[in-house]
């Protein structure tokens, strides 16, 4: 049976642009264009290139009475990172936990004022709002931003390119968040994305996201990037794919996401704990999981694909893990991969063993940078 996919309000420029269009998260998405998804990959790295990220979901949170701190309490109780201590015009990354400890969604919260604007896998939509609603109290306003659209303008030129079409992105940080102009379009424009590398995602009405796109793409350093690169940065950066990566089975912890859980929500914080699931992660922390996320390296060019099972030994007679993610990284320059392995096989340097095209070969433990970031500090 086919199945009717959404279009995001770039559809027609991805067609004009010669994208090869794929079905993803239900939406009918580029996965490269003319250029190809190497080549693609290689130009945000050492330049910039804008990705279509429409088809992930803009939500507002805001409180009736009690201010942001009425709302960060609330937050906070289905959300285990420090919202209470956000500050204006900054944001976090961070998840839904489950009452496994699974993480539900994972996402980005930023604090406008005194609302909380979130955004969150395309796939995670119904559930995450339901989530929302189950959870929050009556006086907490939940609006999915509908009719709206993101574009992520990543590599190392972004800032110059996006300091010339918005001046007072030059003043901003790693995860800033404001409210500005571009063109005359009122947009949210955040100091982040999801390639490793330094860049702005920027939220805009939908009937001005074509406009706002050839706009940035008429300065010749700047090339549309499809889903192919945008996987294969993300996986060189060591950043998880939800659904792939991480599900409503993998704890944060051993996610190796236990970094966005600041010492406030662990055991002996000031607000420790209070949200699903905290026995399990709180537990983890303390105890250690009983898996855990790596990357590794493998020789030669051919990718270890996600699905393949780790093992211990080159007889591949003792499994200890499984392949979640695995591409050719261009930027490596050889086949880089993530997976889960129990604990004593973690380690850097730690050789393992993976199956690839029907034979076990040695693959080494790497950390899950392969690349190092290109984020602005300060």
Sequence with gaps: MSQTLYRTALHALHL??????VPFAGYDMPLYYKAGLMAEH??????????????????EITVREGGFAALAAALEKIIPIDIAGLQDGRQRYGFF?????????DLMVARRGEAIFMVVNASRQEKDLAHLRAHLEDDIVVTPLENRALLALQGPLSAEIMGALCPPSRDMRFMDVIDTKIDGVACILARSGYTGEDGFELSLPAADA????????SDPRVLPIGLGARDSLRLEAGLCLYGQDIDENTTPIEASLQWAIPK??????ARAGGFPGDDVILNELAEGPAQCRVGFAATGRAP??????LYADPEAETPIGKVTSGAF?????????????TPAFSKTGQVIYAALRGKVTDVHIVGVNFVPPGYKRS
């Design 210 to 217: 074509v406009s706002i796109a050839e706009k940035i793409l």
């Design 42 to 59: 290689l130009h945000t790295r050492r330049a910039a290139g804008l990705f279509d990220v429409s088809h992930m979901g803009q939500i």
């Design 16 to 21: 004009r642009l010669g994208a090869k269009m």
């Design 329 to 341: 990284g261009p930027s490596f320059n050889g086949p880089v991969a993530m997976g889960y392995v």
């Design 264 to 269: 406030c929500r662990r055991a002996g914080g």
């Design 304 to 309: 270890i694909r996600a699905g393949e099972v």
């Design 97 to 105: 936990t489950l009452p496994n400890g699974g993480l539900l969604d």
